[in-house]
């Protein structure tokens, strides 16, 4: 089994159709740099316990800083025919030092390697989640400053509602955006990247483990890494929790990307138009002249079932195994990248996108004119002077419904219409309570 790290104890070849089944580098080469962090503990600990030679130590170590810096340059590149990443580490630094990168794998397990890989991993890339979500909130905090004196509708059921300022309606998905930070922050606080588990049993390098993670943080500047030494190998490389929980943290996250942009797409349209998108981010149509499609909004909304499935893959990859670790498991990189990838992609755009989109103030102001947002307003100012709540809300009820059939405006009732409903509802009272303005001053 040339090439691999594994193999004395077979004596045929593997078959070539499963070899190229079972292959997972054509993924997983995305974890280089931290399968080098891996191998660079690892062989600062096997120096520690007198495994290596300093000068081993030193030639093994200038091998991976070689490595490592072709990934940090962007020119690394990953031989198709390695079985996973780690092997193909191990073949580039045999490339370079010879037999010496034989004793790079000493005492150790790839079930070791790509639980560290996974989780410094999603450490990093939920580090990277939480600057931009900051800068989305605040970018809907500059929306909110722009237009703060400028009213919008609120929508119960796809139905009108009530008024609200826009701020409330755009401080609504800032704090969506803003739980999702918080909800990654707390994971990030919560997870630790262990190394030291072997297969499954642990390691007798565990002091030297100790010595080297703390040289290697010291050096690398990387304190803000919480590496351990595993302290409970079993747990450690069968579990994928740390995976499940950021997936599902990015799935919410998308449900919220995926509500803002049904909310953007529906009232753009010519039947509300409370929205003017900007053109950058829209496309046309090959046949429709006059079309101005939003097919960021809709590209955004379509990936939810992606994120959602990716979540809900790695959840059924994992329900029915027996510890410790499976191959299966192999199974839980694509998921993460995927989500990964699609969401940040997704924030960033919708960060330029948000900062440019305009309220149609004219198509607000008209549609503040219907007499139905007052409704619950005129309830509570019946109560107020001295009604039962259940009294007020019917007789509001039925003048709404006077005003239907009659196909008048609420607003252009007499008095004498009115105070045949109640005596405290009049023209002065109307003209003041429906008033965007006023309605909005009285609520706390």
Same mark, same amino acid.
């Given at each position: 089994?040339?090439?691999?790290?594994?193999?004395?104890?077979?004596?045929?070849?593997?078959?070539?159709?499963?070899?190229?089944?079972?292959?997972?580098?054509?993924? %997983?080469?995305?974890?280089?740099?931290?399968?080098?962090?891996?191998?660079?503990?690892?062989?600062?600990?096997?120096?520690?316990?007198?495994?290596?030679?300093? %000068?081993?130590?030193?030639?093994?170590?200038?091998?991976?800083?070689?490595?490592?810096?072709?990934?940090?340059?962007?020119?690394?590149?990953?031989?198709?025919?390695?079985?996973?990443?780690?092997?193909?580490?191990?073949?580039?630094?045999?490339?370079?030092?010879?037999?010496?990168?034989?004793?790079?794998?000493?005492?150790?397990?790839?079930?070791?390697?790509?639980?560290?890989?996974?989780?410094?991993?999603?450490?990093?890339?939920?580090?990277?989640?939480?600057?931009?979500?900051?800068?989305?909130?605040?970018?809907?905090?500059?929306?909110?400053?722009?237009?703060?004196?400028?009213?919008?509708?609120?929508?119960?059921?796809?139905?009108?509602?009530?008024?609200?300022?826009?701020?409330?309606?755009?401080?609504?998905?800032?704090?969506?955006?803003?739980?999702?930070?918080?909800?990654?922050?707390?994971?990030?606080?919560?997870?630790?990247?262990?190394?030291?588990?072997?297969?499954?049993?642990?390691?007798?390098?565990?002091?030297?483990?100790?010595?080297?993670?703390?040289?290697?943080?010291?050096?690398?500047?990387?304190?803000?890494?919480?590496?351990?030494?595993?302290?409970?190998?079993?747990?450690?490389?069968?579990?994928?929790?740390?995976?499940?929980?950021?997936?599902?943290?990015?799935?919410?996250?998308?449900?919220?990307?995926?509500?803002?942009?049904?909310?953007?797409?529906?009232?753009?349209?010519?039947?509300?138009?409370?929205?003017?998108?900007?053109?950058?981010?829209?496309?046309?149509?090959?046949?429709?002249?006059?079309?101005?499609?939003?097919?960021?909004?809709?590209?955004?909304?379509?990936?939810?079932?992606?994120?959602?499935?990716?979540?809900?893959?790695?959840?059924?990859?994992?329900?029915?195994?027996?510890?410790?670790?499976?191959? %299966?498991?192999?199974?839980?990189?694509?998921?993460?990248?995927?989500?990964?990838?699609?969401?940040?992609?997704?924030?960033?755009?919708?960060?330029?996108?948000?900062?440019?989109?305009?309220?149609?103030?004219?198509?607000?102001?008209?549609?503040?004119? %219907?007499?139905?947002?007052?409704?619950?307003?005129?309830?509570?100012?019946?109560?107020?002077?001295?009604?039962?709540?259940?009294?007020?809300?019917?007789?509001?009820?039925?003048?709404?419904?006077?005003?239907?059939?009659?196909?008048?405006?609420?607003?252009?009732?007499?008095?004498?219409?009115?105070?045949?409903?109640?005596?405290?509802?009049?023209?002065?009272?109307?003209?003041?309570?429906?008033?965007?303005?006023?309605?909005?001053?009285?609520?706390?």
């Amino acid at each position: 089994m040339e090439g691999k790290l594994w193999g004395g104890r077979f004596k045929g070849k593997i078959d070539k159709n499963f070899e190229r089944f079972s292959t997972s580098i054509r993924y %997983d080469y995305k974890l280089a740099k931290f399968d080098i962090y891996h191998s660079m503990i690892h062989i600062l600990a096997l120096k520690e316990a007198n495994i290596l030679t300093s %000068d081993e130590y030193e030639r093994l170590n200038q091998a991976l800083e070689n490595i490592l810096k072709d990934v940090e340059e962007g020119s690394f590149s990953y031989d198709h025919s390695s079985e996973d990443i780690h092997t193909d580490i191990q073949n580039k630094v045999n490339n370079i030092v010879g037999n010496l990168g034989d004793k790079l794998h000493t005492l150790r397990s790839r079930n070791d390697q790509v639980s560290f890989d996974e989780k410094w991993y999603c450490i990093e890339e939920i580090d990277q989640f939480i600057d931009i979500l900051k800068d989305l909130v605040n970018v809907f905090k500059g929306l909110c400053r722009k237009f703060k004196r400028e009213f919008f509708i609120a929508y119960t059921h796809t139905r009108r509602a009530q008024i609200i300022t826009f701020k409330d309606y755009m401080d609504t998905f800032s704090r969506m955006f803003n739980s999702d930070k918080e909800r990654l922050s707390s994971l990030r606080r919560r997870e630790k990247v262990y190394i030291g588990s072997g297969a499954v049993a642990g390691t007798v390098l565990k002091d030297a483990y100790k010595k080297a993670i703390k040289i290697f943080t010291n050096k690398r500047g990387f304190n803000f890494i919480p590496i351990e030494v595993s302290s409970s190998p079993p747990f450690n490389v069968s579990n994928r929790d740390f995976i499940i929980e950021f997936l599902s943290c990015l799935a919410i996250l998308q449900m919220h990307l995926s509500r803002l942009c049904e909310d953007l797409i529906l009232y753009s349209t010519q039947e509300f138009n409370y929205f003017i998108l900007p053109e950058e981010f829209c496309t046309g149509s090959s046949l429709m002249p006059h079309k101005k499609n939003p097919d960021f909004l809709e590209l955004v909304r379509g990936y939810t079932g992606i994120v959602y499935g990716n979540l809900f893959s790695l959840l059924t990859t994992m329900k029915g195994l027996t510890l410790t670790y499976n191959r %299966d498991m192999q199974l839980d990189k694509e998921p993460l990248f995927s989500s990964v990838e699609i969401v940040k992609e997704e924030l960033k755009i919708m960060t330029e996108f948000i900062k440019r989109i305009e309220l149609n103030k004219n198509t607000v102001e008209e549609a503040l004119k %219907d007499d139905s947002l007052y409704a619950t307003e005129l309830v509570q100012f019946l109560v107020f002077q001295g009604l039962a709540f259940k009294e007020a809300h019917k007789i509001i009820g039925k003048i709404v419904r006077y005003c239907e059939e009659k196909r008048v405006s609420l607003r252009d009732l007499s008095d004498e219409e009115l105070k045949k409903f109640h005596v405290y509802l009049t023209v002065a009272n109307l003209k003041k309570i429906m008033n965007p303005r006023y309605v909005v001053s009285l609520r706390k």
